[in-house]
């Protein structure tokens, strides 16, 4: 299950990566969550939720998820919070996750109108606070691994002590130690060629915890000879990452906006099991 981002729908998100995740040979799903991705994150986590629970049962056998930005966290929140999914779910790729919240969107106020789950994706909101007091931030016996650019510019802070999409309990990678001086941007993680292989690396391998997730060792030795995944025109893919941004912004103009964090739901304050 490839799970998009804030601010795109599925179809748009895969349509960037369809060549590789063709070459890969497996099945994808992706999902259209409400209002490209910007409503309330309570919500548009029941949708992936209720896709979950369809796809393992059309496949009949456990589903990776490989979440981009506001996908990663989605897929989190679900595996928290909806326990009956850890034993239906193998693994968790997480690229550019805001697990922790970003210091880069400072702009939302009461005189400065924001989406949901924009609001709700700053450093210390209260929905992050919330899911980030739990005692486990990768539940289940379930792999979970993330991916990380220095040069990301909206997830930030990426380096230093408590970079915001690295994961207690995961296998945490850093392009720029896989590749040094990489330029990887935000949406550009998802097909970046460390993210993809990672997924396909951690998705080969069985195990529970950090004994299936991705291992940089074992990622191809020509992993940084291209900047995207296998399977991707290099300059078709630039071209898509370039539009990307102001696709997105001209989306999140169709949005509703709202003047202040949504209220954090009795379900995500209670303690997970």
């Given at each position: 299950?490839?799970?998009?981002?804030?601010?795109?729908?599925?179809?748009?998100?895969?349509?960037?990566?369809?060549?590789?995740?063709?070459?890969?040979?497996?099945?994808?799903?992706?999902?259209?969550?409400?209002?490209?991705?910007?409503?309330?994150?309570?919500?548009?986590?029941?949708?992936?939720?209720?896709?979950?629970?369809?796809?393992?049962?059309?496949?009949?056998?456990?589903?990776?998820?490989f979440g981009i930005s506001e996908g990663g966290?989605?897929?989190?929140?679900?595996?928290?919070?909806?326990?009956?999914?850890?034993?239906?779910?193998?693994?968790?790729?997480?690229?550019?996750?805001?697990?922790?919240?970003?210091?880069?969107?400072?702009?939302?106020?009461?005189?400065?109108?924001?989406?949901?789950?924009?609001?709700?994706?700053?450093?210390?909101?209260?929905?992050?606070?919330?899911?980030?007091?739990?005692?486990?931030?990768?539940?289940?016996?379930?792999?979970?691994?993330?991916?990380?650019?220095?040069?990301?510019?909206?997830?930030?802070?990426?380096?230093?002590?408590?970079?915001?999409?690295?994961?207690?309990?995961?296998?945490?990678?850093?392009?720029?130690?896989?590749?040094?001086g990489r330029q990887t941007s935000h949406i550009?993680?998802?097909?970046?060629?460390?993210?993809?292989?990672?997924?396909?690396?951690?998705?080969?391998h069985k195990g529970k915890g950090k004994k299936?997730?991705?291992?940089?060792?074992?990622?191809?030795?020509?992993?940084?000879?291209?900047?995207?995944?296998?399977?991707?025109?290099?300059?078709?893919?630039?071209?898509?990452?370039?539009?990307?941004?102001?696709?997105?912004?001209?989306?999140?103009?169709?949005?509703?906006?709202?003047?202040?964090?949504?209220?954090?739901?009795?379900?995500?304050?209670?303690?997970?099991?």
């Amino acid at each position: 299950m490839f799970v998009t981002g804030t601010g795109a729908t599925g179809d748009q998100a895969y349509l960037i990566g369809q060549g590789s995740f063709e070459r890969y040979g497996h099945p994808v799903c992706y999902m259209n969550f409400p209002e490209f991705t910007t409503a309330d994150i309570q919500i548009s986590v029941q949708y992936l939720v209720y896709g979950l629970r369809r796809e393992f049962r059309m496949a009949d056998r456990k589903v990776a998820l490989f979440g981009i930005s506001e996908g990663g966290l989605l897929s989190r929140f679900a595996l928290t919070y909806w326990p009956d999914l850890r034993r239906r779910v193998s693994d968790v790729l997480s690229a550019a996750g805001t697990h922790h919240g970003t210091t880069v969107l400072a702009g939302c106020s009461r005189t400065s109108p924001c989406p949901s789950a924009l609001w709700q994706q700053k450093r210390h909101s209260n929905l992050l606070d919330a899911i980030n007091s739990q005692p486990d931030e990768t539940p289940g016996n379930v792999s979970y691994t993330t991916v990380r650019s220095l040069t990301d510019e909206t997830a930030q802070p990426q380096g230093g002590r408590r970079p915001t999409s690295v994961l207690d309990g995961a296998r945490n990678i850093l392009i720029q130690n896989v590749c040094p001086g990489r330029q990887t941007s935000h949406i550009g993680t998802a097909v970046d060629s460390v993210a993809f292989s990672a997924a396909v690396d951690a998705v080969a391998h069985k195990g529970k915890g950090k004994k299936g997730a991705a291992k940089v060792a074992r990622l191809p030795d020509d992993v940084c000879d291209h900047p995207y995944a296998r399977g991707l025109d290099e300059q078709q893919t630039r071209a898509f990452l370039d539009g990307s941004g102001g696709l997105i912004i001209s989306q999140l103009g169709q949005v509703p906006l709202v003047t202040s964090e949504p209220k954090v739901r009795r379900i995500f304050k209670r303690v997970a099991r």
